[in-house]
């Protein structure tokens, strides 16, 4: 993987871009050392996005599944109680 400067970037920004696009390379941008962004091909970038939305729903999952565990373990109550409890 490539690592550039972002002046050198900058001076290189057109190439980099087909880079990535037509021969799929990456390339990390730093400023003094520290790495602050990357320029990938976009078969990289959906991937990652399909994989963040599958690692949300897993964690959705995890918490639907543990409220259902509190929720047969502590009990619930009707909406119409909670509501009279809560003043309303």
Known sequence: ???LSV???REEFP????RAAYGKERTIVSRRGKDLAAVIPMDDL????RLARKE????????????????EEKGTIPLRDLMRE???
Not at 56 to 71: G, T, V
């Open 1 to 3: 993987m490539t690592r």
């Open 7 to 9: 002046s050198k970037a």
């Open 15 to 18: 190439e980099i871009v087909n």
């Open 46 to 49: 959906r991937l990652l996005e």
């Open 56 to 71: 949300m729903d897993r964690i959705d999952l995890e918490d639907a599944r543990a409220a259902l565990k509190e929720a």
């Open 86 to 88: 809560l003043g309303d």
